[in-house]
């Protein structure tokens, strides 16, 4: 059985960070394992509080299953801090952790800010070049790259700005612009667009982090990258479609979709 690390925050209400990861990992047939960056406490409605993790408990869980169960790939989400994001790219390095799937958290779907200001630049700096795709949203995109994207053009120009900033591959997620929901991969040569019917629903609580932990779970399994990102976003229209209906506010998926 096949072995993922997820590196993320923990969502009391279950429907995003790690809750989401491990969630989509078990429906991958993959074994989920842990490193929790910060508390946070949240609901449908929004988040409440955020309490972030010490480095060194980070880089503790992240040893602790690195020396003994041997990830296949390892999903990175929210970072909280600089000082977190710094002690998880020395981790990464420590280990050679292999098929790094960056999603570069900053604002959660109620506003919360989730990253500090400082911990972009660590983003930009380290863990961009030791990821093997990195998946910003168009708000994140916009973050790391300096640019305003409105336009699956702009989608394009913000997908060669990352690689040129380090990034090895990119899928920018278009689910913030008009029109048929459609990401866009890039990996330095081609580009690639990734079509989907957008479907009509406020239960997309945790889309992000469940559509680049399900990118993990296929790498782990030995999937190519451009095939496992087909299969995650299939994945995540399955799950929004699916969604269980719960709470007052943006819901969660079915992460276990039929």
């Known amino acids: ?55 060194a408990i980070v880089s503790a869980q992240i040893d602790a299953v690195a020396i003994d169960l041997t990830p296949a790939a390892t999903k990175i989400g929210m970072l909280a801090t600089a000082a977190i994001a710094t002690a998880v790219a ?56 300096g640019r305003t994207v409105s336009s699956l053009a702009e989608m394009r120009e913000a997908a060669v700005a990352l690689i040129e900033m380090g990034a090895k591959n990119a899928v920018i997620k278009g689910g913030h612009l008009q029109g048929p929901a459609t990401d866009l991969l890039f990996d330095g040569r081609d580009f690639i667009e990734l079509n989907a019917d957008r479907i009509d ?24 990258l451009e095939p496992a990102v087909r299969a995650a976003k299939a994945y995540v229209t399955r799950a929004i479609a699916q969604a269980p209906g719960l709470g007052a506010g943006h819901g969660p998926l079915q992460h276990f979709p039929k």
């Open 201 to 224: 629903s406020r239960h997309t609580h945790g889309t992000g982090c469940t559509f680049s932990s399900a990118i993990a779970a296929r790498l782990a399994l030995g999937d190519e």
């Open 90 to 145: 020395d981790a990464i390095v420590r280990h050679g952790l292999v098929n790094v799937v960056l999603d570069p958290v900053m604002i959660s779907k109620s506003r919360a800010s989730l990253l500090d200001n400082d911990a972009i630049a660590v983003l930009r700096g380290r863990l961009l070049g030791l990821a093997v795709v990195v998946t910003p949203n168009i708000p994140e995109a916009e973050a790391l790259t």
């Open 1 to 55: 059985m096949r072995t993922a690390l997820t590196i993320a925050g923990s969502d009391s209400g279950g429907g995003a960070g790690i809750q989401a990861d491990l969630k989509t990992f078990a429906a991958h047939g993959v074994f989920g394992t842990s490193a929790i960056t910060a508390i946070t406490a949240q609901n449908t409605r929004g988040v409440t509080m955020v309490e972030p993790a010490s480095p």
